[in-house]
């Protein structure tokens, strides 16, 4: 009889605990593979969905919310003649796991006078947020060549 209560116990304090548990986030690689793929497509709905919506992004221009950011992007998203190329060089998440971090290279990849060309153009940061489980770029910020790299705000 008490070892069938210490049983009971123990069953339910550790269906309790399970239940508190959250589960681990997705990681921030597959984030980060849909935003280089929504770029190369172009694919304006899918790099859209990518941004938290509080999202601000400093480059190429100054732009708050989805809205103007996929709006100020427009040049990259709807011609697959026209992208942008990301390299990430680094990806980290906070120990909390809420928070990643994401650094790298770009490119302008299109048509020029000397024909199709991937011309250089800067380097980047992003901050991500965990939102409903999901990661949101939070902030983009970033430099061309021979700028200094705009601080995340």
């Given at each position: ?54 999202a601000v992004f ?13 709006g100020k992007w ?80």
């Amino acid at each position: 009889m008490i070892a069938r209560a210490f049983l009971a116990t123990l069953l339910l304090n550790s269906a309790t605990m399970a239940a508190q548990t959250t589960p681990a986030p997705p990681p921030l690689e597959l984030a980060e593979r849909a935003l280089v793929q929504a770029l190369s497509l172009p694919d304006r709905d899918a790099f859209r969905q990518l941004l938290a919506p509080d999202a601000v992004f400093f480059l190429p221009v100054d732009a708050y919310g989805p809205d103007a950011i996929t709006g100020k992007w427009l040049p990259f998203l709807l011609d697959p003649a026209l992208t942008m190329v990301l390299t990430i060089d680094s990806s980290t998440t906070a120990t909390a796991g809420k928070v990643g971090l994401t650094s790298g290279t770009f490119a302008i990849h299109g048509r020029t006078n000397l024909g199709v060309r991937t011309t250089p153009g800067g380097t980047f940061s992003i901050v991500w947020h965990l939102v409903e489980d999901r990661w949101k770029i939070q902030t983009l910020s970033g430099a061309g060549r021979g700028e200094k790299r705009r601080a995340n705000r």
